[in-house]
């Protein structure tokens, strides 16, 4: 089958300003979306996503390949939350001739990190566990530099927020014994990426960057070399060891153009093309589009208090219920635009039984608005208070996770 590389993707060009901060998106037609590496916006239809990259939808077919290794199925698995991949079925294969894969998946540290970010980390540290996998993450403080929105911030800036972040993934529970952070600015990991991102870097022509992300001639050559610098770790495990071994990535489907570029080089420098789990984004309190970090109202940071929580879910979270509780218990709430009970079912209610006790009872209109959003405040709450907790404690742990090459 054809790559979808090779069929033209259409995805908005992302357009910057000279100060490198995003055009604010035009208006989009309702069945319009976006979806690149640096902007996500729009209605995103995930169906229509996977036939865009040209990506396999996560049939049922797959899940249960997966469930005879893992005897159950992760709740985000189960209910779709990943919804598509690459080269899984190669992946499963390799698996069952006994040649085990590595993980690799990573963070733009921008800035504080917010429970939409966590989701892909969650599925992660179930697939470590499940399959006794060596974790590879990577932190791009370069990236996230070359993309300011603020042109005074300094590269160090990055660096500090990239460890600061890796405190929260730290405290997902990754083993450490397992776990190999790579941070790009430091020194001892740039100097071990670098050989291998020129090598990708010089089988990445300018047309295709420009091609794939919407880039133009005025942007930095240090945009371009970023899908080079990201490639890397898919592949470092295998040249650190001296011989293939399969890699598995999960990631926001945002993430997936870098892989879709960089998977047609691999191959070419020998390597294994890597697989790919993509998971959807986790809606925004405002349900206009993926939680942003640009826009703390949209947010629940993994610092915020339970008062911060209470006020935002009160105050922001978009509802589903009806104009007035006469309405509400007679014509029922709607469920699917809910915000609180998307995220109930993303993330924080991994009990389907009650997850569809809560389903039938607010679209029925027994259970009121007031009502989810309590029991969802206490449930990222309860999420939150562990998360500060085991936070707090990788401060000591840090070092452990450090990759010493
Ligand atoms: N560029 C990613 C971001 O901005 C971070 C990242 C680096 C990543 N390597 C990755 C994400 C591999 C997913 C998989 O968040």
Known sequence: MAEAWEIQIRVAPLKLNKDKTKVKSMAKAADEFTVTPWEVSGNVDYQKLIKQFGTEPLT?????????????????????????????????????KKNKFFLYTGRGPSGPVHIGHMLPWMLTKWLQDKFDAELWFQFTDDEKFLFRKKQDAQLEDYQKISYENALDVIAVGFDPKKTHFLINSLPEHAGLMHDEAIKIADRITASTVKASFGFEDSYSIGQFFITAIQAVPAILPSVLAGKNIPCLIPLGVDQDP????????????????????????????????????????????TTDTPKEVEEKIRKHAFSGGRNSLEEHRRLGGNPDIDVCYQWLQAFFEPDDKKLLKIYNDYKSGRMLTSELKEYTIEKINAFLKEHQKKRELAKKQLNKFIFKP
Request: aromatic share 14%; hydrophobic share 40%.
């Open 60 to 96: 049922d077919d797959i899940l249960n390949r997966i469930k005879k290794h893992t005897k159950e199925l992760h709740f985000m698995l189960r209910r779709k939350v990943f919804f598509s991949h690459r080269d899984l079925k190669w992946l499963l294969d390799e698996y069952e």
């Open 258 to 301: 870098h892989f879709r570029v960089a998977r047609d080089v691999y191959p070419k420098l020998g390597f294994y093309k890597p697989a790919i789990l993509h998971s959807k984004f986790m809606t925004g309190l405002l349900a206009d589009g993926k939680m942003s970090a640009s826009v703390p109202q949209s947010t629940i940071y």
